[in-house]
């Protein structure tokens, strides 16, 4: 898995690229959790390329709800592929996570 973060203007955006699962979830915690640091308004989890998440992923996913919540800090999530988009789904995660299908929709007001 490959994962940058970038900010502008008080929101970061960490970007991962590969599959998202027990062997990576790690790497990408960590990445979110100095992404969060950074930000100041909004936190953006772009999952655009992200071809597979398991449990271990969307546990990530929430852990990083949780503290964006506790920073007071808004927390976005691009899902761009269907099968990802299911994880939320059939979790109701999209019901409480704001989801968008582009980095550019995450980046709006």
Do not use: C, F, S, Y
């Given at each position: 898995m490959?994962?940058?973060t970038s900010q502008t203007n008080g929101v970061v955006v960490v970007a991962a690229d590969g599959e998202?699962?027990?062997?990576?979830a790690g790497q990408l915690d960590t990445e979110l959790v100095a992404g969060l640091e950074q930000a100041s308004l909004r936190l953006v989890l772009d999952l655009s390329a992200v071809s597979f998440m398991d449990s271990t992923g969307l546990g990530t996913v929430v852990k990083a709800l949780k503290r964006c919540?506790?920073?007071?800090?808004e927390f976005r999530v691009v899902v761009a592929?269907?099968?990802?988009?299911?994880v939320f789904d059939i979790t109701?995660?999209?019901?409480l996570i704001s989801l968008t299908e582009s980095l550019e929709?995450?980046?709006g007001a």
């Open positions: 490959n994962i940058t998202l699962d027990i062997v990576t919540r506790e920073k007071d800090v592929t269907e099968r990802v988009r299911k109701g995660l999209n019901t929709g995450a980046l």
